[in-house]
């Protein structure tokens, strides 16, 4: 019984005659189109090396891969019975000089047709090498699973999935393959660690260009934000309008004094001018300006005091006492005649 691992077929009478077939003749095109760069190493051109590598009575059965499930919790990792199957130095470098030993015969089998045509024979031998070699280039993966899971866990990238890191490093891993030379002395899992980590910063760096550029959410240290000073103006319009409520219904409890005060110098009512000076204020009432500051400052502490009530409420006002009744009647008479001298 023939397997995929018979490196010589033999054709009877009837093979040798029969042609071609044209969905034979497009799958041998298409597979001897893939990349077939291999690594030459000088063992492959001793006599009988073939015999020497796939002398085995059974193909090498693929490692499983049930416990490789990257996007599962963690707390079902333990009941899972199965362990990555790892390899031995003698058997990772066994196992790389038949992966590259087959990318080399099809390599010669390409050039063969090439130079002389494609016969039924060499169909049968692309096909068959090429199953080898996709057999082995899947045990070596296989095998190495486990070293992109625990690299993809030690670097936690916070702006991209985990399951798109693990992927990131799958690939990875199967460029290494194509690449390593075993006969540089070296263990695979150090040179696929090193090209495992690159995919990692190709990744994050790819990740931080794209968040740059097409932002999804609002962050504050990507774009200015005028929520605040919107939110300020804000809060300034509706403090303004309880001040002129409080003054205009007398809710602090202000003296005529310090409600003319108030009105002279923020003067609210007349938009068109502009609020007078505390010297100017002082000559209207007929006191200093530093008086004039010290019954604004005492306005506006009550002021102050309503405004932090957070309610506005009607309060009944305590009648004034003789003395300040008088000197209120007083000023204000100053003030009417102030104000019609204007």
Known sequence: MLTMFDTERKETAPAKSRAVTPELREKVLALLNENLKFMGSPIFRRKKIEQELFNFETVPELPRTRW???TRDEGMEKSVGEAPQL?????????????????LRLSQLKRKIRASGLTLRRANEVVDWHQKME?????????????????AKRTRLGEVDFAEVVS???????????????DRGFKFSTYACRAILKAFSRTSMKASRYRTRFPVEFEPEMEKSDWQDRRRDAVEEDCIDELKAIVDRNLAELSNIEQTVIRRRFNWKQADESPLTLEEVGRIIGVTKERVRQIQNRALAKIKVVMDDGVLRVRTRPPETAEEAATATEIAKTVETAEAAD
Do not use: D, I, S, W
Request: proline share 2%; hydrophobic share 40%.
């Open 68 to 70: 490789y499930q990257p």
């Open 87 to 103: 390899m031995n130095t003698q058997e990772e470098r066994l196992m790389f000089y038949r992966y590259n030993y087959c990318k």
């Open 135 to 151: 057999h082995f280039r899947e045990y070596l993966v296989r095998t190495n699973l486990a070293l992109v899971l625990a690299m």
């Open 168 to 182: 990131e490093g799958n690939m990875a891993l199967l460029r290494a393959v194509e690449k390593f030379n075993v």
